[in-house]
């Protein structure tokens, strides 16, 4: 949680304003060091047993956008937003609690009992599951990420759009993506040269159910 | 997009504060209206083809709840939060496309013309999907609910914890869940007896990639 938390902006108002852009100012290029304290605010999300096992493959390089352009068929913010961040999943994360749970023992945040304690659940817990569940996990989890990523860039005057249409397949063998990392999706992040769109959404009443679903 | 959003609440101290909380206190119970308040702040997540499948189970009749507990394996907060909110996905929603476009055209946000090209291309895109592919679709687009519900919960001073371990088949045999409709995760709302345990998170260097992976 090392995290600079130091600026301020009204929740109601971002989360109201936010739309997905896809028209960036290519002449605005986000400094590597802020893209990295918006990360550092979007990993302050829940996680499946805070295995922390989001990753974030930024391409800031014009030449790699350039590559991945026709994979995401063609589609202008590629080009022109500042990053274009491939959010994935690392299934390796589920084998590495250690790493993360010695750290809240050294923060005195937990025993070293308790720790081994943690450890032995998640090794049950992840060998009782399949593979597509593991992969399921990684979505919920970069996915809770990547919404407060997007919160945290209009907090800051940026603009995202999630993107899913792109080739995964194509994706994953022209930036040689090693088989630990799940695909979760991409996020345009730049300065806004047009706003987003206005969308509609169904009512609350259409997407809630009281106690029953049947 | 007719949600009130009268309230204030300072985005960077939502993010710093939200822990996952385990204990509540049982006598206190969030207004339905207040619920579905919440509930409209969270679908004003981005989402794919903007098709709204996320829906939202919310069980708060105290004798579910306790069919619920031994479900989610005797966990305290699913018999003393307020609500539990069991976040789905609809497959159903790739066929509704009409029913959201329908009143983006009504709104004047588009035209017939545009709307039934956009029907078109989703159409397309859905047939070209597997069932897995469309799954985390859904996966996706709950959870990007799900964490703007979190925060806009935190920013009305109540707390969640979002839930993985339970059992799904037995959640939806009991809960006589139709097919159409994918478990995503649950969400206890309520408001905290005790505050969450602090958390580490690997380092923001630790989880991003510049430009490669490999």
Same mark, same amino acid.
């Given at each position: 949680m090392q995290t600079t938390l130091k600026r301020s902006a009204d929740f109601y108002q971002i989360i109201k304003e936010r739309r997905s852009v896809r028209y960036y100012d290519p002449s605005v290029k986000i400094p590597d060091e $802020?893209?990295?304290e918006m990360i550092g605010e979007a990993i302050l999300a829940p996680n499946g047993y805070n295995l922390n096992a989001w990753r974030f493959l930024i391409i800031t390089d014009q030449a790699l956008k350039e590559k991945l352009y026709p994979?995401? +068929?063609h589609q202008q913010q590629v080009l022109d937003a500042s990053a274009i961040i491939a959010v994935m999943g690392d299934l390796e994360a589920f084998w590495q609690g250690e790493r993360v749970y010695q750290r809240a023992v050294d923060?005195? +945040?937990?025993? $070293?009992?308790v720790k081994n304690s943690i450890l032995s659940t998640i090794k049950n817990w992840f060998e009782s599951k399949t593979q597509e569940d593991l992969k399921n996990t990684l979505m919920i989890d970069a996915s809770?990420?990547?919404m407060q990523l997007m919160l945290a860039a209009k907090a800051r005057g940026y603009d995202t759009v999630p993107m899913s249409g792109y080739d995964v397949e194509q994706f994953r063998k022209v930036f040689n993506i090693p088989d630990r990392y799940v695909n979760v999706m991409l996020i345009a992040l730049g300065k806004a040269a047009k706003p987003g769109y206005p969308t509609v959404r169904l009512g609350v009443d259409e997407v809630v159910f009281w106690n029953t679903m049947s």
């Amino acid at each position: 949680m090392q995290t600079t938390l130091k600026r301020s902006a009204d929740f109601y108002q971002i989360i109201k304003e936010r739309r997905s852009v896809r028209y960036y100012d290519p002449s605005v290029k986000i400094p590597d060091e $802020e893209i990295k304290e918006m990360i550092g605010e979007a990993i302050l999300a829940p996680n499946g047993y805070n295995l922390n096992a989001w990753r974030f493959l930024i391409i800031t390089d014009q030449a790699l956008k350039e590559k991945l352009y026709p994979i995401a +068929y063609h589609q202008q913010q590629v080009l022109d937003a500042s990053a274009i961040i491939a959010v994935m999943g690392d299934l390796e994360a589920f084998w590495q609690g250690e790493r993360v749970y010695q750290r809240a023992v050294d923060a005195g +945040y937990m025993t $070293e009992e308790v720790k081994n304690s943690i450890l032995s659940t998640i090794k049950n817990w992840f060998e009782s599951k399949t593979q597509e569940d593991l992969k399921n996990t990684l979505m919920i989890d970069a996915s809770l990420a990547s919404m407060q990523l997007m919160l945290a860039a209009k907090a800051r005057g940026y603009d995202t759009v999630p993107m899913s249409g792109y080739d995964v397949e194509q994706f994953r063998k022209v930036f040689n993506i090693p088989d630990r990392y799940v695909n979760v999706m991409l996020i345009a992040l730049g300065k806004a040269a047009k706003p987003g769109y206005p969308t509609v959404r169904l009512g609350v009443d259409e997407v809630v159910f009281w106690n029953t679903m049947s």
